[in-house]
Structure formats: structure tokens, C-alpha cells
């Protein structure tokens, strides 16, 4: 082997290592780029044969033409007569090889074969980095911040260099250049230039992926994952599920005094989350998905809508800050959720009950009095209690006193259905 064979095979095999595309490829790339300087140089309808020894990295190239009786296309054939002039045993029809060396193509033609083999070799890598990150999808990869701007963050992943759009960065996080940096694959585009690899910190699955990776018993299957919403960098809701009754799934994702679990919260910049036991039930499910806030009672108002009462004091949390809590859990129960004061329930409760009695119905009211307040439209005690004092004096034609007298009875009626629709219900 000479020095310049030895060079060459060399070469093959560092391209081959440093763009990692299998050696055997850069061979058959080398002969198909030099079977194309070949007709370059000698005319496109030439036909070549290249032998590229793996060994040796010896090139040897061939012209090949057809043995005929008359030549009408020279590029491809060559006459018996002529053929025989080089070899004697040459018959009709079949092939005659000419060697020629490397250097008799010419430095164009040799430019040329560097550029196809160039092209060659970086498509071969182009889709191999393809498949490889298609692969990792939804998978979460390290890297170093290269580039910073308001629309994107470039990260070098080593083989490959990868963007965080807009989209996909949390608010609250300021990116250094040459930090380490985790994100989760979104997606692989192919572009004219290659793959594009698009990252992700604010994807569901970036979050699905730390618990697996933090929590043993999420990665060992014993607690399943059910769902997650997220308001990147503020808030998460995860709902988690055991068939296991031995393991608590909360307990099992939270860690001995939260130790598992603010390692991942460190991880989203202080973004607060949720650990909540999944149920079949939806109003338990709602009940827990508001958490931290304690709900009193859930009651279904139509079809994929409810409404959860909650203590006046925790009716802040129930909300969270600019309505993140309770659109998270709306989001993970798949349902519209309204929050609503104890105190401004039982008052709708009890309005709901003065509304149901008829004045008619009224005991303690004189005939007259009744027929009077059908007259003037007050057909319930709702509508009596809640109309203007002055409104009822005038309509009516009565004094402080009476009225006084009227409103008490109404009230002390609406009390008592108040009571035994509490016991109907217990």
C-alpha cells in the first residue's frame, strides 16, 4: 500500500467516524462520486466501473464499453476489430475495460468528486440524525445554550444543534449562554438544511418525563401517570393512579418530606405541583383536583359542568392567582368548573326555598293581605322579602310597623322549609 492509498483509506474512515455514517457507505459514496467525475470529463454517456479496495484504499476505475460487429454509439461501444487489437479472444457482446488512473480526470473532475461525495455523506447524516431524534420524541435531551433571543434559544446537543421556540420557553427563566440546559424533543421538522430539532420546557411531556425519571415506582410501572395540565413556570396538576394498595402514588411521587418531588420543581424554576390521587368519581375528582382548597360539596349543574363550594376563606385558593388553580383543574377533569361561597350558597339555597312558597300558602296573613300582594305581583315570599321597603309601604298601603310584622311571619316561614328540607335531605 503506498503512502497516498494509506492517506486515502484514512480519510475514508475519519469522515466516516466524525459524521457517523457507516464506512461501507462512504465507500460506495466515494465510487459513485468518481463514477460521476468520469462523465464529466469523457461525456455523460459513458459507462464506468469503480473499485475502491477497503483494504488498501486502492482506486481502480474501468471504461466500460460493449464488443460490437458496427459502432454507432461510441461512448458505449467498441468494434470487434478494435477490441481484438487489444485482447484476441473478444466476442460479440461482451464488455471491453479500460483502466484508467484518478489523475486522468482532470482537476475539475476531481473537484467534482469531493463535492458529490461531500453531498453524499452529509445527506447519509442528515438522515441518520433524522431517524435518531425521531426516535426521541418525547424524550428529554441535554445540551449547552449557544444562542439567546427574544424568539428562540439554540442549544448544541453535540452532533446536532437543536431551537427552543417562543412557545416552548417558560417566562420566568432567563437562559445563560454556555449553561447546561434539559428540554423534552417536541418534534424533528426536515428542512432543507436537515433536521430541526424542536425542544421544549414547557410541554406536558417534559414534566411526564422528569417524574419518570425522579420517581422509581413511576419508571418500575407501580404508579401510573393519568394525566397533566400545566401553566408553564406557575402551576401543574399531575393525576396519578396505583393498582398496588400498598403503595400511596402521592406519597410514592412527593418523597420523604417532598424530597422527590422539589427536585423536579427546582428543575421548572419554582413552579408549584400538584400530586392528586385519580378517581372514576368525578365529583371526587373535582373535589381533589382543586386542592390546596377544601371543598364543602360538589353539585352537577349540566351535562360536562359543575359548580364546588368552598369555605369563604378558601375560596382565594380555589381560584388561585388569575384563575390559574381552577382552570388547571378544569382542564384536568375536562369539565367547566364554577366556585361558589358557602355563604353565597346557602343563600341561593335559601332564596331557592322563599322562592317555592306561594303567599297563597302563607299562614298567619290575612285573605285580603294575599289577595292584595297577588295583585300587586308578589306570587311568592322571594318577592316579597327582596322588593324596597317603600315599594311594599306604598303597593300595599301599609306602616312600619305592619310591614314589620308581615316580613317576620314571611321569614319565619321560609325557615321552616329551610329545616325540614335539611332533615329531608339528611
Not at 459524521?19 to 466515494?30: A, H, Q, T
Request: charged share 35%; with cysteine; aromatic share 4%.
Amino acid at each position: 500500500m503506498t503512502n497516498q492509498d494509506n492517506l486515502i483509506i484514512e480519510n475514508i474512515k475519519s469522515i466516516a467516524r466524525a459524521r457517523g455514517v457507516k464506512f461501507d457507505y462512504v465507500i460506495e459514496s466515494l465510487a459513485e462520486a468518481v463514477k460521476n467525475g468520469v462523465k464529466r470529463k469523457f461525456g455523460k454517456g459513458i459507462e464506468s466501473e469503480v473499485v475502491v479496495n477497503k483494504s488498501t484504499g486502492e482506486i481502480k476505475i474501468f471504461i466500460v464499453k460493449k464488443v460490437v460487429e458496427n459502432v454507432e454509439d461510441s461512448d458505449k461501444e467498441i468494434s470487434l476489430e478494435q477490441a481484438s487489437q487489444k485482447k484476441e479472444d473478444y466476442k460479440i457482446g461482451d464488455e471491453f475495460r479500460t483502466q484508467i488512473a484518478i489523475a486522468d480526470l482532470g482537476r475539475s473532475a476531481i473537484e467534482s468528486v469531493k463535492q458529490t461525495l461531500t453531498q453524499r455523506v452529509s445527506e447519509a447524516e442528515r438522515n441518520r440524525i433524522m431517524v435518531e431524534y425521531d426516535k426521541k420524541v418525547g424524550e428529554i435531551v441535554k445540551g449547552i445554550v449557544k444562542v439567546v433571543s427574544r424568539n428562540e434559544v439554540l442549544v448544541d446537543l453535540g452532533p446536532v444543534e437543536a431551537t427552543i421556540p417562543s412557545y416552548g420557553m417558560m417566562r420566568n427563566e432567563h437562559y445563560r449562554l454556555d449553561s447546561p440546559i434539559r428540554a423534552v424533543v417536541a418534534r424533528v421538522d426536515r428542512v432543507k438544511w436537515g433536521p430541526q430539532i424542536i425542544l421544549s420546557r414547557t410541554d406536558w411531556k417534559f414534566l411526564e418525563r422528569l417524574l419518570y425519571y425522579e420517581i422509581p415506582e413511576i419508571k418500575e410501572g407501580l404508579v401510573q401517570v393519568v394525566k397533566i395540565v400545566r401553566e408553564p413556570g406557575v402551576r401543574a396538576k399531575v393525576a396519578v393512579q396505583t393498582l398496588e394498595q400498598k403503595i400511596d402514588p402521592i406519597g410514592a411521587c412527593v418523597g420523604y418530606r417532598g424530597s422527590r418531588i422539589q427536585s423536579i420543581v427546582k428543575e421548572l424554576s419554582g413552579e408549584r405541583i400538584d400530586i392528586i390521587q385519580w378517581s372514576k368519581d368525578s365529583k371526587l375528582q373535582v373535589s381533589r383536583s382543586l386542592s390546596p382548597a377544601t371543598i364543602k360539596e360538589v353539585i352537577a349543574i349540566d351535562e360536562g359542568q359543575v359548580a364546588a363550594v368552598v369555605p369563604d376563606d378558601d375560596y382565594s385558593k380555589a381560584i388561585g392567582k388569575n384563575g390559574v388553580n381552577v382552570d388547571l383543574a378544569s382542564k384536568l377533569c375536562e369539565m367547566e368548573i364554577e366556585i361558589k361561597k358557602v355563604s353565597e350558597y346557602e343563600k341561593e339555597l335559601e332564596e331557592k326555598a322563599l322562592a317555592k312558597i306561594k303567599i297563597k300558602d302563607v299562614k298567619g296573613l290575612k285573605p285580603a293581605l294575599r289577595k292584595l300582594m297577588a295583585e300587586k305581583g308578589y306570587a311568592n315570599v322571594l318577592s316579597v322579602i327582596k322588593a324596597p321597603v317603600e315599594e311594599l309601604k306604598f303597593l300595599l298601603k301599609l306602616d312600619d310597623e305592619t310591614l314589620e310584622k308581615i316580613l317576620e311571619i314571611l321569614r319565619k316561614k321560609g325557615k321552616e322549609e329551610k329545616e325540614d328540607a335539611a332533615k329531608q335531605s339528611s
